[in-house]
C-alpha cells in the first residue's frame, strides 16, 4: 500500500512539473522596455497586452524571480508581437494576500505603445 501511494506521489508530481513553464524573452520583446510616465504625444497607443504565468510548483520563488518574471516576458513578447516598443501602465491584478502563500499563477497588463528611438 506504502509503494502504491509513494508511485501516484511520484506520478503526480511529474504532472505538475508539465503544468510549471517558464516564458523566456524573445529577442523582439528584449526591446520593449517599462515606463513609468505616459509616453509622449508623438509615441501611438497599440493597445493592452496581458502576461501570464503559471508556476503550480515551483511558486513565486523559482529560478529568474519566479512567476512575475515569467509573467513579465510574457508581457514584453506580447507587445514586441503587436509591433510596441513601450509598456506603460503595467499592473499586477492577479497579485493578493493569497499570492503571498501559496504558489499562483501571476498576470500583468499594460498598455502597448509604438515610440520612435
Known amino acids: 500500500m506504502r509503494i502504491k501511494v509513494s508511485a501516484g506521489m511520484a506520478v503526480a508530481a511529474l504532472l505538475l512539473a508539465g503544468c510549471s513553464t517558464?516564458?523566456?524573452?524573445?529577442?523582439?520583446?528584449?526591446?520593449?522596455?517599462?515606463v513609468e510616465e505616459?509616453?509622449?504625444?508623438?509615441?501611438q497607443l497599440l493597445g493592452t497586452a496581458?502576461?501570464?504565468?503559471?508556476?503550480?510548483?515551483s511558486g513565486q520563488?523559482?529560478?529568474e524571480g519566479g512567476s512575475m518574471r515569467?509573467?513579465?516576458?510574457?508581457?514584453?513578447n506580447n507587445a514586441a508581437a503587436m509591433g510596441g516598443n513601450v509598456l506603460y501602465g503595467v499592473s499586477s491584478p492577479t497579485q493578493n494576500?493569497?499570492?503571498?502563500?501559496?504558489p499562483?499563477?501571476?498576470?500583468?497588463?499594460?498598455?502597448?505603445?509604438k515610440c520612435p528611438n
Open 38 to 43: 505616459k509616453p509622449a504625444s508623438n509615441c
Open 70 to 76: 515569467g509573467a513579465a516576458n510574457a508581457l514584453r
Open 104 to 113: 499562483t499563477a501571476s498576470q500583468m497588463t499594460g498598455q502597448v505603445y
Open 61 to 63: 520563488h523559482g529560478e
Open 50 to 57: 496581458t502576461g501570464e504565468q503559471s508556476n503550480w510548483l
Open 97 to 102: 494576500l493569497l499570492s503571498s502563500f501559496a
Open 22 to 34: 517558464s516564458n523566456d524573452l524573445s529577442t523582439a520583446g528584449q526591446n520593449v522596455r517599462f
